[in-house]
């Protein structure tokens, strides 16, 4: 179980501030941070790459008053792990907090040149330290994540927390990362719930957004089907009377092996019906309709005459 240092359990809800100090201007931050407060998140999520730093700054000056409530993670080195490149990042991600200490510290990627022991050992003496409380890891397959779990576990520390992608048109999870999460008990936050916009619906009206402004995210939701079940989504969304943008992140948050996700805006407007989420009750039929708008990935064996 994850908790704050008051003892109060992480949300299952998290906000990730990726947008603090680019998108969202100081002004927009706070009140981000403080809808995400009165909405019952606890549970804050931002990285050394995102805004050059601005992010952790940010999110560091709104929570230096409630340290102790605030379930605050951040992550490192991904552009290449190595002792050196994690200590240094991880000193500079504290300066810019200003804080000792940060409860979850998250390997950014797997990095296929890097040494697990050497990183598991640095990663180690964090926590022996109390400079982190639990470690994480990022965009990692399965079978990275329990090759990293048998060093960290030999270095005496444990992977709590596991952060991949997750939404209605990236469900690659569901074939091993969260049925491995349900077996081996790693708590699992996915990140872009909404595509990066894209399960808004916005995009079928020319709006403006990260998929036509960044190419990283224009090439990852270029397929057309996936813009056909946006537009799925949102028809739907118009018969129930609810947000698409709502639909979409209780839709991700419903799967039984999540932990929760993490949620994500530019401004108050957009992120309210990401809050409406929290309280909006999914039941099992609109689940699957919902879920029958795209395909589910194959599963991870290919014998299936006799399942
Ligand atoms: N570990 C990783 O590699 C990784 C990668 C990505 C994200 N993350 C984490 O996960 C968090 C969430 O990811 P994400 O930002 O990709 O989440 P997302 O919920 O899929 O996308 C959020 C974006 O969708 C658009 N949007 C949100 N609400 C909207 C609304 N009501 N109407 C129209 N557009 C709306 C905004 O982008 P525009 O306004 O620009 O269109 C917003 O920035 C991040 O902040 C970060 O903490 C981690």
């Not at 018969?239 to 039984?256: C, D, E, K, M």
């Not at 407007?269 to 689940?287: G, V």
Request: glycine share 8%; net charge negative.
């Amino acid at each position: 179980m994850i908790k704050t240092l008051s003892g109060t359990p992480a949300s299952a809800y998290s906000f990730g501030t990726m947008q603090f100090g680019g998108k969202a201007d100081d002004r927009q931050s706070a009140a981000m941070y403080a809808m995400c407060r009165d909405a019952g998140i606890n549970f804050f999520d931002t990285a050394f790459v995102y805004t050059d730093g601005r992010s952790e700054t940010i999110l560091g000056q709104l929570l230096a008053h409630e340290r102790d409530q605030i379930f605050l993670a951040t992550k490192c080195a991904g552009d290449g792990w190595g002792r050196k490149n994690i200590l240094d990042q991880f000193d500079q991600s504290r300066r810019r907090l200003d804080q000792d200490m940060v409860d979850l510290l998250y390997l950014h990627q797997w990095d296929s040149e890097g040494n697990l022991d050497e990183t598991f050992e640095t990663l180690a003496e964090l926590v022996e330290q109390n400079r982190v409380r639990h470690v994480g890891v990022s965009n990692f397959a399965a079978w990275q994540t329990m090759k990293a779990r048998e060093v960290a576990r030999k270095c005496g520390i444990e992977i709590s927390v596991l952060q991949p992608m997750y939404n209605l048109v990236k469900r690659q999870v569901e074939v091993e990362i969260l049925p491995m999460a349900l077996s081996e008990g790693f708590a699992v936050c996915s990140y872009s719930p909404l595509g990066g916009g894209l399960l808004t619906g916005k995009y079928g009206a020319d709006a403006g957004g990260r998929l036509v402004e960044n190419d990283m995210y224009k090439a990852r939701y270029a397929q057309g089907w996936m813009h056909r079940t946006a537009q799925g989504l949102t028809d739907l969304a118009a018969q129930i009377g609810v947000s698409p943008a709502t639909l979409a992140v209780a839709w991700a948050a419903r799967h039984p092996g999540l932990f929760g996700p993490i949620i994500s805006a530019r401004s108050p407007e957009q992120l309210e019906p990401s809050i409406a989420a929290i309280t909006f009750e999914m039941d099992d039929a609109l689940y699957s309709e919902i879920s029958a708008l795209s395909p589910a990935p194959p599963p991870a064996t290919d014998r299936l005459e006799e399942a």
